[in-house]
């Protein structure tokens, strides 16, 4: 049988449109969760970033299934369960500007030229008797169909409480009638500056002014909200002001203070409405999880009696729980018995298997089977309660960039507004004018929509983590994830399967079989939990080979291990570096250990009574989702490091596969803690991506800890642990941290730029005071757009049906 390599189907560039073989483009890029592929990344990426992203709108029509990748049974060809590798390199980018097309790149001409040229198959056509059998199709994968663009639930939650719904709209009719009152103040100016005038002016704002104290006296107040002192202190000091005007001489100042309190009162009404309008959407998933998480469970007091059911916030740490088929998981847990089916976490829509000792966190949903647990957590101590629900805990709250901004308000903003005032002093003003001056920058800077919108992009970032079963410990694991430079991968169990399969059995000596090197390797390696010692021992028993009785066996963590055969001989199974530590050569085989190394396969040494009597290769293939995830690392500028027990030219054939520069090879267990900490020496901070019982002291060291499968989990000492055992869902960890605070800090400075440059304007006496809650209110609505904006982006509308074009 001839070997073929692998046969994708042509998918269109995201840039110019052009057909192309997947396995080959020039780049591939993520951009909101979906693999776009380039021509080249010096026209075709630049072009669709220039556009808004507009070409990739007609690729989000479904398209048929792809059929799955035909892999040749020849062993130098990957296996089926891991990605197919680049078989040749990728052109460099010319040096200078394409034939026939001017420079800069004329993106029509080149599409013209690019078009018309023939579409070239990778591979000789096949021909009928060298097809292998089409392979078995497998179940959903969960990175593909977890719902990261769309919102948990499908719809908004039931408000159980009257009041609070009644509070709700009494609270948005207040700020209606606030802003009427505000803006009748400032339009009643075209009346005249009258007395009468001037005091209906002032009583408008007055009772405008003590409408948004009943609406924040009769609204609940958030740990992210800004203090109603300094949210109500522009209308609460604006008035009086204009009062003291007033009853002067000046009719001028007193209508110009009139309609600063008029602007006052409406800006912070209409804030306040655009605020309750930009975390909408957000407020009613944190209430709908408040409530999925708030359920009764099933203690089991162990003594036969049927469980009792208990409400989760009364549930403790210890506490034996039986959950049913069907049932929602009340609290965080450990599974103490059986194996169940369920659904891993809140949203989620992929079932997962948990066995004994496996954690679970509160909100899945048992699909199959009878789930005895021991609770882990519960109530606000829960993984996903812990930094979304508890007000002593919230990183909406808790946030950097959120505390900044409720600084602004609360201390900055006294101030800039007490400089204001000596800066009008200074310029002459008189003493209302300098008051007017030092209100309107206290009412400019204190704006609700300055001092919570920040957090309402940090919540909506916890929010897309847990979507994906992504759990942050507190609110500064979030921050130090925000901050990652370097992002190191455990390999086995990460980016590999950790299951390797073995696929070269070669014999050095003329005096053994391979069937004898197998019984010998399998026999040392009987009672070893390493995946290498367990790929042997399975290879062995599917070919029925009968290990050999090796006895005194001592294991060398990351090494291999040595005993004594059932014939006497000492054996000797492992690395290379075990071999030269045990004086074994190894020279005559150093060509072919290369040759398979630069292979991406794992080499097993077998020597006998010191001597080198043959090798085992091993072959573990790639994560699902391996390359998506080391993408979204280099997306969010997180430079990915492959640490790996494995040679050199194993670690490098693996990352030239996915793209990774940075390797650090053999290194064992032991010695991993202290390489990750001579990594985070060269200055960035560094995150780990590992499992917990594999990677325990590398995960120790690091800056941020990412551990997989671990949410639930009693040790709560990673800084993010996931529900999955997804490699994409780690590093969206770190990718979803940079980019909500990235959000965060442009949001507050839109916000807060307009009213400080509108600040500085009118100190200097080029606007009236009043030119401030204008700026912003405008400062605001931007923040406001911004928002929503990024919501609309992740959350599409979906499309029209289609309206029926058949006649009647």
Known sequence: MRAVGPVADPVPCSGCGRLLDPLRAGHVAIFDSRLHYFCNRAVCRESFLASGGAMAERDRTPSPPRPPIRLSSNPSVARASSP?????????????????????????????????????????????????????????????????????????????DANVEAAREGGALLLLMAVVSGTLAVALAIAGSTSLVLGARVMLAAVGAALLVGRVATSEREASDLHPLAALSGPALAVPVALWAALGTDTAIASEAASLAGTVVTACAVGGWLLDHARGMVHAERAWIQSALSIAGHRDDGDGIEATREPACDLRPGDAIDVREGEDVPVDCVVASGDVEVLPWLGATTALVRRTGDPIVAGAHVIRGHLRATCTAADTDGAFARILLDPRRRADALASVARQARQLSTRWAPVAAVGCGLLAFGLGRNRVEVAMHMVAVQAGLTTAV??????????????????????????????????????????????????????????????????????????????????????????????????????????????????????????????????????????????????????????????????????????????????????????????????????????????????????????LPPERAAEVKRIAESGPSVAVLGHPSLDESALSAADVAVALGAAGAQSSDWAIALASEDVRDAALAIALAKRSRSEARTGFAITAVPPLAGAAIVGIGILPPAFVPIAALLGAAMGVVHSRAIDRSRNPPPPEPEGDLGGD
Not at 484 to 492: E, L, P, T
């Open 84 to 160: 197919p590798t680049r078989s040749s390199p990728v052109p460099s980018r010319p040096a200078s500007p394409l034939p026939g097309v001017a420079s800069p790149v004329d993106l029509p001409a080149y599409r013209e030229a690019t078009d018309a040229a023939p579409i070239t198959s990778a591979h000789a056509p096949m021909l009928p008797e060298d097809a292998l059998p089409e392979l078995p199709l497998l179940g959903d994968d969960p990175g593909t169909v977890e719902p990261l663009g769309q919102t948990v639930h499908h719809e908004a939650p039931a408000l159980h």
């Open 450 to 667: 300055i001092g919570t919108l920040a957090s309402v992009h940090v919540v909506r970032g916890l929010l897309l983590a847990l979507r994906r079963g992504i759990t942050y410990r507190s609110a500064d694991a979030w921050e130090r994830a925000a901050q990652v430079g370097v992002a190191v991968f455990c390999a086995r169990g990460t980016l590999l399967l950790g299951e390797p399969e073995l696929a070269e059995v070669e014999v050095t000596a003329a005096r053994i079989e391979p069937g004898e090197l197998l019984a010998l390797a399998s026999g040392a390696e009987r009672g070893q939990r390493h995946p290498v010692g367990t790929a042997i021992v399975r290879a062995a028993k599917s070919r029925e080979i009968k290990p050999d009785g090796v006895r005194s066996v001592t294991e060398h963590p990351g090494l291999g291990v040595t005993g004594i055969t059932s014939g006497g001989e000492e054996i000797c199974i492992g690395s290379r570096a075990l071999l030269l530590d045990a004086r074994i050569s190894v020279a005559a085989v150093e060509r072919r250990i290369g040759e398979l190394e630069a292979m991406g396969r794992t080499v097993v040494l077998v020597a006998l009574s010191g001597r080198l009597v043959g090798l085992l290769a091993l072959q573990d293939g790639l994560r699902p989702g391996a390359r998506a995830a080391v993408q979204h690392l280099l997306d969010a500028q997180v430079e990915p490091v492959l640490l790996s027990g494995d040679a050199r030219e194993t670690c490098e054939a693996i990352g030239r596969t996915l793209d990774i520069e940075h390797v650090r090879p053999e290194v």
